[in-house]
């Protein structure tokens, strides 16, 4: 009876370090996709910049309608949203891997409250 109970405790421990390396291995491979689409984001905005940069050049030449400016600034606008959710992307996903290796996540008020102050 000892001996079944020792294994059963044995490969439920097993159980428990196999599903926490398995969670840690699944947030980190997370983070790494997350950090990999926010690089392409930032390349894709730094382009989108460059070319509301150009329109404006190319308004004040005469050569285009304003009308190409305001669609460059969208897709711009649109750029710097998609930039800001992938950052809040690879937040969150820092912060699973951070639980995943066994820390806790807690966030006081004041902390929260300072960060969103900055953010608007």
Known sequence: ???ARFRSAALNYQHSVDS????????????????ENQKRIDEATLAVDNAVNKAKSLYKAGLV????????????KAMQDRQVAAKLQTANTTIAVYKALGGDWKVANETLSVELAHVN
């Open 65 to 76: 309608d304003y009308l190409s400016v305001l669609d460059a600034q969208r897709q711009q």
């Open 1 to 3: 009876m000892n001996e």
């Open 20 to 35: 926490a390396f398995a969670e840690v291995d699944s947030s980190l491979f997370a983070y790494g996709r997350s950090q």
